[in-house]
């Protein structure tokens, strides 16, 4: 029996989140980052790199289908997405259930995170397991990536790890002008934007980023029990289409776990503290 080890999240210092560790499956340090695949008592297996929660197979599916679904349903006919990062394959998973989606760039950094997933959460990497033809799983940095296009997505979704490392480029407003150039004129591009409870600052920064490129930005939030004080925040970017005026598909693929039609629009139904976030307050 491993013994009784625990592992807390990098996170902010002053905040961290304890699990108990039952089994410690894999761990090594690739080109890009440190990488722990390790089995907890309370969220069951789970990825960690550079010492931050990454996923778990207990609550993955509230991430994946927030950052997914939204954008996706808020697109009268989203046919080409990119995923940037998402090398676990949750968020390829859900975007993969669209039918309506033609294909599908999947872009991450490192190839181990690919390798690992399919090996230790085949729930999670289901899509890489047994990839659909829309489906083109490349290997790269995403901000190069991206620079390749013009005008040709629909929906760019930035599954990205912290802003430290390889992902510390994709929070910058080169990356978003290069995400501007890449979606169509109506195209929508969201990002993991952190905590807005114990990354306040940075929340503000992307979205005062994020509006120096696109003419409208929403942040909406979703529950993530594994993250930093369990409210994370998305923060969508658009060219035309607004999610809290604009009328959403209403051809969701069913069944979900944590998406509805409701949360649709009261995900963008900010509390105070958080509008004062985004004043920068
Ligand atoms: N999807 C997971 C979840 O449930 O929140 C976490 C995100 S995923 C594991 C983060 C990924 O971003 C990592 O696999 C990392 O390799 C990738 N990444 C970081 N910087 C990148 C970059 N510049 N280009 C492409 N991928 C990058």
């Known amino acids: 029996m491993t013994e009784e080890k625990t592992v807390t999240e990098w996170g902010n ?5 304890t699990l108990k560790i039952t089994g410690v499956l894999h761990e090594e340090q690739t080109p890009y980052q440190h990488i722990q695949i390790v089995d907890t008592l309370q969220y069951g297996r789970m990825m960690i790199l550079d010492g931050v929660f990454q996923t778990s197979v207990k609550d993955e599916w509230m991430y994946h289908e ?3 679904h939204v954008p996706l349903m808020l697109h009268p006919n989203p046919q080409r997405v990119l995923i940037i990062g998402g090398g676990d394959g949750g968020c390829a998973r859900e975007v993969c259930r669209h039918a309506c989606v033609t294909s599908i760039d999947l872009c991450d950094i ?3 995170v690919y390798d690992l997933s399919k090996e230790y959460f085949p729930s999670i990497a289901s899509a890489l397991l047994n990839p659909p033809e829309k489906l083109h799983v490349h290997t790269g940095d995403g901000i190069a990536f991206a620079k390749q ?9 930035i599954d990205c790890s ?6 510390e480029g994709l929070f910058t407003r080169d990356f978003y002008r290069s995400a501007f150039r890449a979606l169509k004129k109506d195209g929508i591009l969201v990002q993991q934007s952190e905590s807005p409870i114990v990354q306040q600052p940075l929340v503000h920064a992307v979205y005062e980023a994020m509006g120096d490129v696109f003419p409208l930005v ?13 409210m994370h925040s998305f923060m969508m970017a658009s060219k035309k289409y607004d999610p809290l005026k604009d009328e959403a598909r209403t051809d969701c693929p069913q069944p979900m776990k ?3 039609r409701d949360i649709q629009k009261s995900a963008f139904v900010l509390p105070e503290f958080v509008k004062e976030c985004l004043r920068g307050n």
């Open 13 to 17: 210092p002053a905040t961290g989140l």
């Open 66 to 68: 927030m950052i997914a």
């Open 110 to 112: 490192d190839q181990r």
């Open 149 to 157: 296009f013009e005008d040709y997505y629909d929906v760019i979704i």
């Open 162 to 167: 912290d802003p430290v490392g390889p992902g």
């Open 218 to 230: 929403r942040m909406y939030y979703s529950h993530v029990p594994i993250y930093p004080a369990c």
């Open 258 to 260: 944590y998406y509805n």
